[in-house]
């Protein structure tokens, strides 16, 4: 068996893909209003920032920066996954069980990666917004409505028609076989 290794760093910027076990399912944007909700929850909780954040029928990207003295990241994504699939089975949606563990919504695992400098932030959020594009749901990043670039757009950060038509050749975040 894999012995993954976390890099736990107090206050750091992650890069996160964290993915449902059915990658055929849409349970998350069929679910947004309780996806928020658990996201709420566990920064209630556990405070961080969500600097990026896309959500996908099956899958999100996020980038998050934890408080300074803090790099406990494992226990914000359990909060999240654990609220997230309450509200799913509190709405009457059947999930099959695993075994004493729980129900089966999540992958177990998430890919993680530090940021390690601007460079590589400014790479993962054009990933983290471009990656319903990526997915062949929409032509135009802005067309998808759960994505963290409405607010970039908002703030001036970034332009509506960005990463539109031109497309990315980059190749960077999550890997292609989860």
């Given at each position: 068996m894999v012995h993954y290794r976390r890099n736990f760093?107090?206050?750091a910027t992650f890069f996160f893909t964290v993915a449902l076990a059915d990658r055929r399912s849409n349970r998350l944007t069929n679910h947004i209003a309780a996806l928020r909700e658990a996201f709420r929850k566990a920064r209630s909780?556990?405070?961080f920032e969500i600097d990026a954040i896309v959500v996908l029928p099956d899958?999100?990207?996020t980038i998050l920066t934890l408080p300074d003295g803090d790099a406990d990241f494992p226990h914000r994504w359990r909060r999240i996954k654990t609220v997230f699939t309450q509200r799913v089975l509190g709405a009457g949606v059947a999930l099959?069980?695993?075994d004493a563990t729980g129900r089966?919504?999540?992958q177990r695992r998430y890919w993680e990666h530090t940021i390690r400098d601007d460079t590589d932030y400014?790479?993962?959020?054009?990933y983290v917004h471009?990656?319903?594009v990526k997915h062949g749901l929409v032509a135009n990043p802005a067309d998808w409505p759960h994505s963290s670039l409405h607010r970039f757009v908002r703030h001036g950060v970034l332009t509506a028609g960005w990463g539109g038509d031109a497309g990315s050749d980059d190749d960077f975040g999550e890997p292609d076989a989860l």
């Open positions: 760093i107090p206050g909780e556990h405070p899958h999100l990207h099959p069980s695993r089966v919504l999540w400014g790479r993962h959020v054009d471009y990656n319903p």
